[in-house]
């Protein structure tokens, strides 16, 4: 390689570096004024939602889950009871039923 294509290299790298440590330092500051506005105004300030954030109100709340969403995840065709208890079957019609 010769000097000047060396030396174009190295310049190319040195401008990259420089421009990745601004891009870093943007981004930084940016971050810093984000948690700066946060404690200055509040988590719910028209301010917060001015830099593009979302006010503490907007986020939906948590809610919870019925229980039987559970447990149909968790056993799913097969219920509990198949595991504890006979099957019990009314064969005749006449209300004597037999486990089988």
Known sequence: ??????VSA???GAARDAATAAEWDFHNTMLAVKEQVI???G???DQVQALGL???SEY???TRKANGAFMSAFWGSVQPEAFCFPRLRNIR???IIFAS
């Open 1 to 6: 390689m010769s000097y000047l294509g060396d």
């Open 10 to 12: 190295r310049t190319d």
């Open 39 to 41: 404690a200055q105004f």
């Open 43 to 45: 988590k719910n300030s």
């Open 54 to 56: 979302k006010k503490k």
């Open 60 to 62: 939906k709340a948590p």
């Open 93 to 95: 019609g006449n209300g």
